[in-house]
C-alpha cells in the first residue's frame, strides 16, 4: 500500500519561502508520477504543480509558474515543492498525489494521496 506523508507547511510572511516536502513508503518511487494539489476553505481542489517519474517533465498551474519548482530525489523516495514569492492567495492546504502513470498524468488520474500540510501566508 503505497503511502505518502507531506511536511514542510507554517506560517510565513508574504514574499517568503517554504519547502514542502512529501516522503513515499511502501513502493519504489520510480513507478510514479507525483503531483502537489491544494485546496483553500471554501474553495476546490485545484492541481498546483506534478512531475513525471523520471523527473524530465514538470508541469505548474499558471498560477505559481516562476515562483514554485517540483524535483525529486527517488533514491530518498521524496518529492518538494520550493514555493517562493509567497501570497496570501497561496494559503491552502497542500497534498501531495500519486499516479502509477508515465509522463505527466491528468490531474484527476492521481491515485494515492496524502494527509495534507498546511500552508498560510500573512502578515
Known amino acids: 500500500q503505497l503511502q505518502l506523508v507531506e511536511s514542510g507547511g507554517g506560517l510565513v510572511q508574504p514574499g517568503g519561502s517554504l519547502r514542502l516536502s512529501c516522503a513515499v513508503s511502501g513502493s519504489v518511487l520510480d513507478y510514479y508520477a507525483i503531483a502537489w494539489f491544494r485546496q483553500a476553505p471554501g474553495k476546490e481542489r485545484e492541481g498546483v504543480s506534478s512531475i513525471s517519474s523520471s523527473g524530465g517533465s514538470t508541469n505548474y498551474a499558471d498560477s505559481v509558474k516562476g515562483r514554485f519548482t517540483i524535483s525529486r530525489e527517488n533514491a530518498k523516495n521524496t518529492v518538494y515543492l520550493q514555493m517562493n514569492s509567497l501570497k496570501p492567495a497561496d494559503t491552502a492546504k497542500y497534498y501531495c498525489?500519486?499516479?502509477?502513470?508515465?509522463?505527466?498524468?491528468?490531474?484527476?488520474?492521481?491515485?494515492?494521496w496524502g494527509q495534507g500540510t498546511q500552508v498560510t501566508v500573512s502578515s
Open positions: 498525489a500519486a499516479a502509477p502513470l508515465g509522463g505527466l498524468p491528468l490531474w484527476d488520474e492521481y491515485e494515492y
